[in-house]
């Protein structure tokens, strides 16, 4: 399994360099890059974000920030069927709201309560309108995680509980067979997946969100194969 990275906004661009000497063929840099994660979906990853207060290290203006996205979707085969994984969340879709702060960084009030903002990113949101990937995948905006439809795109902010140190995302895979009948294990033909996914419970709505994507690894030609999936309930 490839590990594929493109480090935020946060990281110091000596990341890089540590990730070209020692991640191997397992952990690959793809900052700015295309890259075939199964047959028929191509992802573009970028770490890269547009201002925010703290002055970080890969902080761009917006028109630089919507190039750099272009020139990565104009080298994708099947635009429809791609993954953005892109660092900062689109603009102005409840996947960007923070608090808002002062010149001193103080969290800003009104009669008690939290004032919060749309902080993400104009060129990001301009981007997936415009090429509608499958999916965009976000991080940045901590506690704004959530999932939203951008046209036909599904976009999402895995956000964390970072306060109680939970990230809501999984690891699976799942085997099995489809025969309705079997005399011999050894004579079944096995299928199996591997994939990644988020989970994610709303104040309104208590029953978790699971939105999930899988690969097959063990399949026969004529098998449907779906790579997304969305689900709603509790597990047991």
């Known amino acids: 399994m490839r590990i594929i990275t493109a ?3 946060d990281d110091p661009y000596e990341v890089d360099d540590l990730i070209r000497e020692r991640g191997g063929d397992r952990v690959v840099l793809m900052e700015g890059e295309v890259t075939e994660i199964a047959p028929g979906h191509e ?4 770490g890269w974000s547009n201002h925010t207060p703290w002055n970080t290290h890969r902080e761009f203006d917006e028109p630089v920030i919507r190039e750099h996205i272009d020139a990565m979707a104009s080298r994708l085969v099947h635009p429809e069927a791609a993954i953005f994984n892109i660092h900062v969340p689109p603009y102005d879709t409840t996947l960007d709201t923070a608090p808002v702060l002062d010149e001193t960084f103080t969290v800003q009030t009104s009669m008690g309560n939290q004032l919060m903002a ?3 990113s ?3 949101r301009e981007a997936i309108e415009a090429h509608q990937p499958l999916a ?3 991080g940045h905006i901590h506690e704004s995680g959530g999932s939203v439809r951008i046209g036909r795109t599904v976009a999402i902010n895995a956000g964390s509980e970072y306060g109680e140190g939970v990230l809501r995302g999984v690891l699976f ?3 099995g067979f489809v025969e309705s009948r079997v005399s011999n294990l050894a004579h079944v033909s096995w299928r199996q997946s591997v994939g990644f996914g988020f989970r994610i419970t709303l104040p309104i709505f208590p029953a978790p969100i ?3 994507f899988g690969w097959p690894i063990l399949k026969e030609r004529d098998d449907r194969r779906q790579v997304f999936s969305f689900s709603v309930g509790f597990g047991f």
């Open 7 to 9: 480090p935020g906004n």
């Open 43 to 46: 992802m573009l990853s970028t």
């Open 118 to 120: 749309p902080v993400g």
């Open 122 to 124: 104009t060129a990001v």
């Open 136 to 138: 965009s995948l976000h």
């Open 173 to 175: 895979t799942d085997f």
């Open 210 to 212: 699971a939105l999930d």
